[in-house]
């Protein structure tokens, strides 16, 4: 079983439309979880780190479930900018030693 | 603030010369600092830990000898790609994380081609 698994995709998504990615992580001792994004032959960048509670960033929300070991993202409202691979990536505590999903690849279509 | 750059971006060798790739942190310090290289259409892999000061902890199947790693000063760290053959061909990225805090910032990538 894959340390950090996502579904490859792609979803191709009407410009508008709110669309939502799951991912599933293995080490339930885990205590960092992040959203990247990369766009296609660049490095990834930090969309935003997922805490317990839930967090809200603009049209962007994460969510972790430490009981199914889940990590979700939803974007609201997407914008053909939105469109990228999005990576799931989590870690020990801190920063350290990230593992990274696959990603999943979302089209925006207008 | 918090940038990291790679040099080169792109390089193309010859199988069997070796090649090395710098990352810095423009403005920052980096106690660690990390190597991935990601294939296409796969996801990043981590290679080594680099420390400033001491030696590269190399991940599970990454050979130690042929990837050099250097961590000499507190902004740069060094990967050299040793007698570089097609199959590393790859996208090497690296990132930074900050004394001072926990996130790992990214450097641009460099894509090697070995011919």
């Known amino acids: 079983r894959k340390e950090v698994e996502q579904d490859p995709g792609p979803f191709n998504v009407p410009e508008g439309a709110t669309v939502a990615f799951n991912c599933t992580y293995s080490n339930s001792a885990s205590q960092s979880f992040f959203w990247y994004r990369q766009d296609c032959r660049k490095e990834p960048k930090l969309l935003m780190s997922?805490?317990?509670s839930g967090n809200e960033d603009g049209r962007f929300t994460a969510q972790l479930n430490r009981a199914s070991q889940y990590i979700s993202l939803l974007i609201r409202d997407s914008k053909l900018s939105d469109s990228a691979t999005y990576l799931c990536v989590v870690g020990p505590f801190g920063n350290e030693k990230l593992t990274f999903g696959t990603g999943t690849r979302l089209t925006i279509i207008p | 603030g918090a940038v990291v750059s790679q040099h080169p971006s792109w390089v193309i060798c010859k199988s069997g010369t070796s090649v090395k790739i710098e990352c810095r942190s423009l403005?920052?310090?980096?106690?660690?600092m990390f190597w991935y290289r990601q294939f296409p259409k796969q996801s990043l892999m981590l290679m080594a830990t680099?420390?400033?000061?001491?030696?590269?902890?190399?991940e599970q199947g990454v050979e130690k000898d042929k990837f050099l790693i250097n961590h000499a000063s507190l902004t740069l760290s060094t990967l050299t790609v040793t007698s570089a053959h097609p199959e590393d061909s790859s996208f090497y990225i690296c990132?930074?994380?900050?004394?001072?805090?926990?996130?790992?910032?990214f450097g641009p990538g460099t894509r090697l081609t070995v011919t």
């Open positions: 990132s930074a994380v900050s004394t001072s805090g926990y996130e790992q910032y």
């Open positions: 997922v805490y317990s």
């Open positions: 680099s420390n400033e000061g001491s030696k590269a902890t190399y």
């Open positions: 403005d920052f310090q980096a106690t660690t």
